[in-house]
């Protein structure tokens, strides 16, 4: 009946695997999405409701805009590179919508918008001049304009607003790409003997998706000029190079796993059938994970895709452990191997599950999908060990490995002889000073901005795409909150002054306010009563000045509201700072003075200062304390499993996991590694791989440790080959991550003998 049983899961498990792989296939055909950026990993609502929502209003702003200057000499070739830049972008279909020409069209909407509500429209420095009793200059301004070498000669303006306000507003409007100007009908910016043609784009699809970063690739290699220089920066292009990355890492580091774990198991095992099941049991085991990841998170992020290849040198562990009972005479058939080393690898399993569904209680999506992932992946190769060796493996004991196993037995008698007592102290002392020295070097580093690993010629063709522009990025920004729409405007004008005087001190390059471009109510009909108190009485001499027949109708009172702005257009950026009526935001551009900068809005009523990048640096550090409390939290749930099977014996279990978990973090701080959130975390999965070692250790009778000893040697050194590589990645976490990993099973390895059984004889195998 058992075995009738066992059959009839080896069968469910073998048509799960075929869905599985038959789903990985589809998905690959259709474009799997990958997220790269490190930003992705950070939990969502971190924060309260509205300022999560602001954080990501302002973090999307820009995801889908790609910008493009294209510089040449001779300024009529850049101007036609745009030109034809712009024309091939739109017909492409892959963008919403390109700004490179100057729009006649939007202009004339922007002043058709604006004209009927004129009577509240005043420039601040207007509004100033007035209240200040200088009336008569901006009357003198007037004639100017209308009388100078470039006489303003819009006669039905003129008669509508004869002291020309409305376009003293216009101008001071804080628009975006201020340097740029328009020749030929193009934009353009000159700077140091070159023309630069500026384009910018909206996508029509997300700049993570791999079928959107194929299709721009190809775009832009068939469209982009070859006799002019090319500076770009967006989503998209990081995205590409992220996901570029990612992938040539996971090949190469999986591949370079896989081979190495491949030439291990000939040169100890000296057989092609325990090659082909360890393969077998891989790619069931990554494969599942990832059908499984894939139906669930529906994209991956480009961690979780590093750490699926590192999976190998995990899933691996459970086939070692087999393979290693072919050294043992008494295990003549695959179910006695597999009897023999079951128990042990079973609560392995469940100690190595535990660690990583820990990573599954911590709020960052991308070590979610790493938790999931590995537990899935761990799962279906224990699955493949349990099930299908036995059906698949018809080999013998092998004849050869004495040698090997009474020398690997050696490292079980160091921690065990009596007469090697100084020597493990020996050792043990050596630890601790190292430990000890490298302490004091010891810190924690939680910048999001040393966590993201963007490619260096894309941040410095960035750079000079905001120096030509002069449109820096927009990190910080104000949060805005109020009753209504109304009192959101009126809080912004009560705080615009406190900007302007930090934008003069160099506390900032510049903001934007939706009360800016949309005055509230009340400041609109306090402008209207203002002008008509002011320039009122001016208004008959200055009409006889310029000449006009009559005087002008007084404008309607007719108020401007934030509603009325158009979702497209040179004011789309406005509609988007409005989270709500009551809840608005000012972008803050060019912050030089960040503590500077929060000290001048101290105090200001229903505004908060919001940054970005300190605001997720901060969120780093309180996560990065919580994993340490995961890590308590893992030896917690693991110590029912353990003592229900090892009673009184389970603090010894425990012991060589907890030193090296103990002793990783000031090692690695000798080599100067800071010690990040991702360090906390790889230290939870140094527990729980390394308390499997213990147990192995712990599960073996005297006559077969030589056969364990060898079993976790090819454990560590295939654990080491998949997640110690992760040290030389360039992904910033990754490689945090890696170089935790490659110290800690180190040590879990060295140690692990701790947790045997009654002492063996001094210098005495176990062959």
Known sequence: MRSRAWRWAAWCWLALVLFAGGYVVQRLHAGIQLQSSVLALLPRGARDGVADQAQQRVAEAGARRIVLLLGHADPARARAAGHELAAALTASGLVRGVTALVDGAAQQRLGALYFPHRAGLLAEADRAALLAGQAPLLVQRAEAMLF?????????????????????????????????????????????????????????????????????????????????????????????????????????????????????????????????????????????????????????????????????????????????????????????????????????????????????????????????????????????????????????????????????????????????????LGVVALAVAAAAAGLPRLHADDNVQHMQDMPADLRRQEAEIQRLTGNGGAGQFLLVRAADAESALQVQEAVLPRLEAAQASGLLAGFQAPAQFVPSVARQRDNAALVARTLGPLLPGHVAAIGLDAPPQPAPEDWLLPAMLPQDGPLALVRALVLDPGTQLVLLHGVADLPALREAMRDAPGIELVSLADDWSALFGVYRRQALWLLALSVLLMLPLLAARYRWATPRVLAPSLLAVLLTPPLAALFGLAFTFFNAMALVLVLSIGVDYAVFCRETPLERRGVTALAILLAALSTTLSFGMLAASEVFAVRAFGSTMLIGIALAWLLAPLAGGKPIASGGGCA
Not at 322 to 347: E, K, N, Q, S, W
Request: some cysteine.
């Open 148 to 424: 100078g070498p470039a006489g303003f000669g819009d006669a039905r303006l003129l008669a509508s607003d004869p002291f020309l306000l409305l376009p003293g507003f216009f101008g001071a409007l804080p628009l975006p790409q201020s340097r740029l100007a328009a020749e030929d009908g193009q934009l353009v910016v000159h700077d140091g003997g070159m023309t630069w043609a500026f384009v910018a784009a909206e996508l029509a699809g997300d700049s993570f998706a791999l079928p959107v970063q194929h299709a721009f690739a190809a775009f832009f290699a068939a469209h982009l000029p070859t006799d002019v220089t090319v500076l770009r920066t967006g989503a998209l292009f990081y995205a590409t190079a992220g996901a570029r990355q990612a992938m040539g890492e996971s090949s190469t580091l999986g591949a370079v796993s896989l081979v190495a774990t491949v030439a291990m198991i000939l040169l100890v095992f000296r057989r092609i059938r325990p090659i082909l099941l360890a393969m077998l049991d891989i790619g069931v085991g990554i494969t599942f994970a990832s059908a499984c990841c894939l139906w669930w998170f529906r994209e991956l992020h480009t961690v979780a895709l590093l750490f699926g290849a590192s999976l190998i040198g995990v899933a691996v562990d459970y086939s070692l452990q087999y393979f290693a009972a072919y050294f043992d005479p008494a295990a003549r058939t695959a179910r006695d191997r597999l009897r023999r080393v079951l128990p042990g690898v079973a609560i392995g399993l469940g100690t190595t599950l535990i660690g990583y569904a820990t990573l599954l209680l911590a709020p960052f999506p991308g070590l979610q999908q790493i938790a999931a992932f590995s537990v899935l992946g761990l799962t279906g190769s224990f699955l493949t060990v349990a099930l299908w060796y036995p059906v698949l493996d018809r080999a013998g004991p092998l004849p050869h490995g004495g040698r090997l196993l009474a020398l690997l037995a050696r490292h079980w008698a160091f921690w065990q002889a009596p007469r090697l007592l100084a020597a493990r």
